[in-house]
């Protein structure tokens, strides 16, 4: 049976301790990360923001002997964060640009002002401002459910604008 002192004492604050486990473990992270986006700049970016959030969520693990594991999930969800953060980048760059090369600014504006004033609200919380849905429902007060329906539609319609040349 394995002495978990090293993790006792980084779950009890001494990060000299929690350090020395990073270093432990740093290959063994930083393929993980690697795996996850398969390129060096993102796996590192996803390496810095997990080490901030283990070490701030760090007290909250109850057993010293779970510490590895609990890194590692920590590591996941923070590459999946960063996955998801990075499709809506995506998404919000295809709308400001659009599918075609020929989409100016002017035509997306436009294309945003053809929208009940309700979706424009919408497109502005979720894509100018990258609020979650979750945010977008508590601040309108309305489901979250309803953000994403309203969401889509509006999405389908500015598609519709874009990707069938409707200029309805």
Same mark, same amino acid.
């Given at each position: 049976?394995q002495?978990?002192?090293?993790? @006792? @004492?980084?779950?009890?604050?001494?990060?000299?301790?929690?350090?020395?486990?990073?270093?432990?473990?740093?290959?063994?992270?930083y393929?993980?990360?690697?795996?996850?986006? @398969?390129?060096?700049?993102?796996?590192?970016?996803a390496?810095?923001?997990?080490?901030?959030r283990?070490?701030?969520?760090?007290?909250?693990?109850?057993?010293?002997?779970?510490l590895?594991?609990?890194?590692?999930?920590?590591l996941?969800?923070?590459?999946?964060?960063?996955?998801?953060?990075?499709?809506?980048?995506?998404?919000?760059?295809?709308i400001e640009?659009?599918q075609?090369?020929?989409c100016?600014?002017?035509?997306?504006?436009?294309?945003?002002?053809?929208?009940?004033p309700?979706?424009q609200?919408l497109?502005?919380?979720?894509?100018?401002?990258d609020?979650?849905?979750?945010?977008?429902?508590?601040?309108?007060?309305?489901?979250?459910?309803?953000v994403?329906?309203?969401l889509?539609?509006?999405?389908?319609?500015?598609?519709?604008?874009?990707?069938?040349?409707?200029?309805?």
């Open positions: 049976m002495n978990f002192e090293r993790e @006792k @004492k980084a779950i009890d604050g001494d990060k000299s301790a929690f350090l020395e486990l990073l270093e432990m473990y740093e290959d063994t992270h393929r993980i990360a690697f795996s996850y986006f @398969k390129n060096e700049y993102d796996a590192l970016d390496i810095q923001e997990f080490t901030y283990s070490l701030k969520k760090l007290h909250t693990v109850k057993k010293p002997e779970y590895s594991t609990w890194l590692i999930r920590v996941l969800n923070v590459c999946h964060d960063m996955q998801k953060k990075k499709k809506r980048l995506e998404l919000h760059e295809s640009i659009g075609h090369n020929d100016s600014y002017l035509e997306l504006s436009e294309a945003i002002s053809k929208l009940s309700e979706q609200h497109i502005y919380l979720k894509y100018f401002q609020l979650k849905n979750e945010e977008i429902a508590s601040e309108i007060n309305i489901p979250e459910g309803t994403k329906s309203r889509h539609n509006a999405l389908r319609k500015l598609r519709y604008f874009f990707g069938e040349g409707g200029q309805s």
